[in-house]
């Protein structure tokens, strides 16, 4: 109806992302238990200023762009 919004909350990483991405929340929380390997992972990228600009993120979006544009398509969203 006009004027009505319809709202789902989804887990966009479980629902979009390839495997192993898609175990994100699994494997975040398995890092907390080994803090070298968190801090090695963390001191890994932080020579970017931005986000967009690590080598972390830019393997994720290329190893995930495919899955997720195949996830967004049929929600034919108007994002103009």
């Not at 006009?2 to 992302?17: K, N, T």
């Not at 200023?49 to 034919?76: A, F, G, N, R």
Request: proline fraction near 6%; charged fraction near 20%.
């Amino acid at each position: 109806t006009l004027g009505q919004v319809s709202v789902e909350l989804i887990d966009f990483f479980r629902a979009a992302m390839p495997w192993p991405l898609s175990q994100a929340p699994e494997t975040y929380q398995t890092l907390g238990n080994f803090p070298s390997v968190y801090k090695r992972a963390w001191d890994y990228d932080q020579d970017s200023e931005k986000w967009q600009d690590t080598t972390s993120y830019q393997w994720m979006w290329s190893y995930s762009k495919e899955h997720i544009v195949k996830y967004l398509q049929p929600l034919d969203l108007d994002l103009a």
